[in-house]
């Protein structure tokens, strides 16, 4: 199996916080402060964040060669128990190519200088084994691994039978978007998801689902562009019963791992009193997870895509109201204080993270 082992960009030795002043934030310095980077490895990764401090009206990202010294007190932080938490209100800033608010890192690669190659070459992304020219790509394949609780989804939605209502995307495998003017035989660059893991809760259940979801490889325009959802503990993407003693708990740990090895994404999910659950799809043609062909499906799904890992909490409760499964209209006003207090946010907590090369199944 061909990999290639990013670099890590060199330690900085100064600390900083993020804290808020009328409604912006300053860089303050202080090396006695415990943030994320100094339990985790976060070499490998920058983040975007639901607030817009640089003033350009789209969610700030901060940069792979900061995040080791970086924390934001409301959004990105460690908790008491060093666990790394993330934190997105319904209602807050976006990334332009969404509605959903985020707390969420982006897998990058570093080069033999420790610098972060542009988003549009190969050398920031994973490839498939089948993938052409896969020898331009940072790696073939990869791992993440990663234990975590959810401590909290969104109260409310409007549109409470939207399958988005009252969930959080927790880990994915993202495609990049490389071209806006592609066209439908291009084959590639949609910047689809091929898996986003997610938990739902409903609020007068006792406990949520986990489940994955595939994205169909398809321009956005096309009406078979869907998501495909598969169970793990209940199914809140298909199912309102309450999972009961099959789900999972806010605050109950539960761990997944993916791994993506030749042409195959490998899913393990773990969690103490629960069945471990495996699935696996070959991401480079369109046969399902279930072993059947998807006639909707672009025949050689993933095949050609530039791929990458996100994790953290990015929040599936937007607050758009338009007439599509994807927009359940959730409240939210932006202040994080009234938000906060009307349970209008989502919040995770991860006590292990780690990136990986990819691995033969055993």
Not at 301 to 312: A, E, I, P, R, S
């Amino acid at each position: 199996m061909k990999t290639r082992t990013p670099l890590v960009a060199a330690n900085i030795l100064i600390a900083f916080t993020l804290v808020g002043c009328n409604d912006k934030s300053v860089l303050e310095e202080d090396t006695s402060i415990k943030v994320p980077g100094d339990k985790f490895d976060l070499s490998g990764w920058n983040i975007m964040l639901p607030v817009d401090d640089d003033g350009d009206g789209a969610a700030d990202r901060v940069k792979n060669s900061a995040l080791k010294q970086y924390q934001h007190e409301t959004f990105f932080y460690l908790d008491a128990d060093n666990n790394m938490v993330f934190v997105a209100p319904n209602k807050g800033f976006t990334s332009p190519t969404s509605t959903n608010t985020r707390s969420e890192l982006r897998q990058v690669y570093t080069n033999e200088n420790g610098q972060v190659p542009s988003y549009e070459s190969p050398r920031n992304y994973f490839a498939l084994t089948s993938t052409p020219n896969n020898e331009n790509f940072a790696a073939i394949g990869g791992r993440m691994q990663a234990t975590l609780k959810v401590n909290h989804v969104s109260l409310n939605a409007k549109y409470a039978d939207r399958p988005p209502a009252y969930s959080v995307v927790v880990g994915q495998i993202h495609a990049a978007k490389l071209n806006d003017e592609k066209t439908e035989d291009a084959g590639f660059g949609w910047g689809n998801e091929p898996l986003k893991i997610y938990y739902k809760k409903y609020p007068n259940h006792e406990t949520g689902t986990v489940f994955w979801n595939y994205e169909r490889n398809l321009p956005e325009s096309h009406p078979e562009r869907i998501d495909i959802a598969y169970r793990v503990w209940g199914d809140g993407w298909n199912d309102e019963t309450d999972p009961g003693s099959d789900g999972i708990a806010l605050g109950e740990s539960f761990s997944y791992e993916i791994n993506v090895y030749g042409d195959t994404m490998y899913l393990t999910f773990s969690a103490a009193n629960h069945p471990t659950v495996k699935h696996q799809i070959n991401l480079a043609n369109n046969i399902d997870a279930s072993g059947n062909a998807d006639k909707h499906d672009d025949p050689i799904g993933y095949k050609n895509d530039w791929l990458f890992f996100k994790v953290g909490a990015y929040n599936q409760c937007s607050t758009k109201d338009a007439p599509t499964f994807r927009y359940p209209a959730c409240p939210g006003t932006g202040n994080w204080e009234v938000d906060k207090k009307a349970g209008n946010y989502t919040s995770v907590s991860f006590s292990s993270l780690q990136l990986g090369d990819a691995v033969a199944p055993k």
